[in-house]
């Protein structure tokens, strides 16, 4: 069954959120593209009807109004343009919104490694987005280690998304949102301040990446069958 919600993608012309948005349009989700210029994100668009074919539910525009059309948010930004673009999109934001962050501080931001993360006071990138959001929405830190290589080729990916949010329904839906990229499984990955340790683990796979030459993704092994299902 499709999410009945637009889903907005604020960085979506990167190849993290493109991939997303792509695997989203496959499967019959409506998608916006964001962009901070409304042609890039329209142009991005138009690629993604290219590969999925005309019916795909999927428009492009400008950051602040990709928002407003949207109560499912999802940010694929660099870190170093975070704070800055929450503190534009809070006015757009509806309450009862979701937003969903995967974004990675990676040292890179700020000239150093892309095998490092920075220490973000908050705890974490999501949780700075907890911190920075209006009252009334959702947070909810996943796909951080899902990597912009498997998202845009062709086929399943190889990869277990971990959710985590202190919003149990708001994990939900995003874990139902993830089982529909074919391979992923999606599991519970408790509480929001978890989501340090998922950023930490992209750093981490990059290195492997780079030391190896692959796209390395995570599988979670030995849970009960029920934590790996999505009601
Ligand atoms: N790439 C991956 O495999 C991967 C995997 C997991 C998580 N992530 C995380 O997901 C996020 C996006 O990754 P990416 O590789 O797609 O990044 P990216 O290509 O560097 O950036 C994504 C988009 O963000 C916008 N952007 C760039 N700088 C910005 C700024 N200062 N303020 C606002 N918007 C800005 C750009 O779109 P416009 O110029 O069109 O506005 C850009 O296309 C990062 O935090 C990354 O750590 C990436």
């Known amino acids: 069954m499709n999410t009945t919600r637009p889903i907005a993608i604020l960085g979506g012309t990167g190849p993290e959120g493109f991939g997303l948005a792509l695997r989203w349009a496959q499967a019959g989700e409506t998608v916006i593209i964001g962009s901070r210029d409304a042609r890039r994100a329209q142009d991005a668009a138009e690629k993604i009807k290219q590969r999925v074919?005309?019916?795909?539910?999927?428009?492009?525009?400008?950051?602040?109004?990709?928002c407003s059309a949207a109560d499912l948010l999802v940010l694929t930004i660099p870190f170093e343009g975070h704070a800055a673009l929450l503190k534009q999109l809070k006015p757009?934001?509806?309450?009862?919104?979701?937003?969903?962050?995967?974004?990675?501080?990676?040292?890179?931001?700020?000239?150093?490694?892309?095998?490092?993360?920075?220490?973000?006071?908050?705890?974490?990138?999501?949780?700075?987005?907890?911190e920075l959001a209006p009252k009334g929405v959702s947070v909810v830190g996943a796909f951080q280690n899902l990597g912009a290589e498997l998202l845009n080729a062709d086929g399943p990916v190889d990869c277990d998304v971990i959710v985590c949010s202190d919003d149990p329904n708001a994990g939900q839906v995003v874990r139902s949102l993830a089982t529909k990229i074919?391979?992923?499984?999606?599991?519970?990955?408790?509480?929001?301040?978890?989501?340090?340790?998922?950023?930490?683990?992209?750093?981490?796979?990059?290195?492997?990446?780079?030391?190896?030459?692959?796209?390395?993704?995570?599988?979670?092994?030995?849970?009960p069958q029920a934590a790996y299902d999505v009601m």
Request: no cysteine; net charge positive; charged share 15%.
């Open 182 to 223: 074919p391979g992923v499984r999606a599991i519970d990955g408790g509480k929001l301040e978890n989501a340090r340790i998922l950023e930490q683990i992209t750093a981490l796979l990059i290195g492997l990446n780079i030391r190896h030459k692959g796209h390395s993704g995570i599988r979670i092994t030995g849970l």
């Open 92 to 130: 757009a934001i509806r309450p009862g919104s979701i937003v969903i962050d995967a974004t990675v501080p990676l040292a890179a931001s700020v000239g150093g490694r892309a095998t490092r993360t920075l220490g973000v006071w908050q705890g974490s990138a999501a949780q700075q987005t907890a």
């Open 53 to 66: 074919g005309p019916s795909a539910k999927v428009s492009g525009s400008e950051n602040v109004a990709a």
